[in-house]
């Protein structure tokens, strides 16, 4: 295991079209984020899985936004009817323990979504 | 809420010298933990350091080092013996201790290393 990877590395598409990303996390961690990430920003929240239930969604999530983690293991984001403003790079992180230092979270390499 | 600021949006450093990287935190909460992370240009996020606010001892990992000052809310980031390699984006970030809860992220501090 390699860590948590994300796949596509980079997705360009058209306005108004869906595009759906996956994260596959290292495999013992229970606990499973979303993150975006704007240019000259600091990543932000989006959302939040333990095991299969998603227990945490920001107001940056917007309706257009759903993700899943069927059976606890990877992970889907996808976002709806894709808007200019969505552009931004989409990260994943997952992390296990219950707290400290064990709260660290590894991050994988993040999706750069474009939208035109 | 918690928030972190980190005001320095740019630092300059030569090879081999030491940079502090400046951290200032918000919350309410008695018990939380701080990270710092670095982000090459490649975007991965890579963890660094970790303080919870009840260590008594100023963590170190190798050259990093976070200076926690408790009582002013801040918590630098120390690199000695600077190396280019070292050259990236770096993010403070804040959580507090209850399980499950998001990262809170500062919008970083870029970081050159010069030869």
């Known amino acids: 295991d390699t860590g948590v990877s994300q796949d596509p590395r980079h997705k360009i598409t058209k306005r108004g079209q869906n595009v759906t990303f996956r994260c596959d996390p290292i495999?013992?961690?229970?606990?499973l984020y979303w993150y975006r990430q704007t240019l000259g920003q600091g990543p932000e929240f989006l959302t939040y899985?333990?095991?299969?239930?998603?227990?945490?969604k920001s107001r940056l999530l917007s309706d257009r936004f759903s993700a899943e983690r069927p059976k606890g293991s990877f992970s889907t984001l996808e976002i709806q009817r894709t808007e200019q403003g969505d552009s931004a790079m989409y990260l994943c992180?997952?992390?296990?323990?219950?707290?400290?230092?064990?709260?660290?979270?590894?991050f994988g390499q993040g999706t750069r979504l474009t939208v035109v | 809420a918690q928030k972190i600021t980190q005001t320095q949006p740019g630092m300059f450093v030569q090879e081999k010298e030491a940079v502090t990287l400046d951290c200032t935190y918000d919350?309410?909460?008695?018990?939380?933990?701080l990270f710092w992370y670095k982000q090459p240009s490649s975007g991965e996020m890579i963890f660094l350091i970790y303080?919870?606010?009840?260590?008594?001892q100023n963590a170190t990992e190798g050259r990093y080092s976070l200076n926690f000052q408790k009582a002013r809310k801040s918590a630098n980031l120390v690199i000695s013996a600077s190396q280019l390699g070292d050259s990236a984006m770096y993010f403070c970030?804040?959580?507090?201790?209850?399980?499950?809860?998001?990262?809170?992220f500062g919008k970083g501090t870029t970081l050159s290393v010069s030869s």
């Open positions: 992180a997952s992390s296990s323990g219950t707290g400290g230092r064990s709260t660290e979270a590894f």
């Open positions: 495999s013992e961690h229970n606990r």
């Open positions: 899985f333990q095991n299969e239930a998603q227990l945490e």
């Open positions: 919350t309410s909460d008695q018990s939380y933990g």
């Open positions: 303080q919870g606010s009840y260590d008594e």
């Open positions: 970030a804040m959580r507090d201790n209850q399980a499950g809860t998001a990262l809170i």
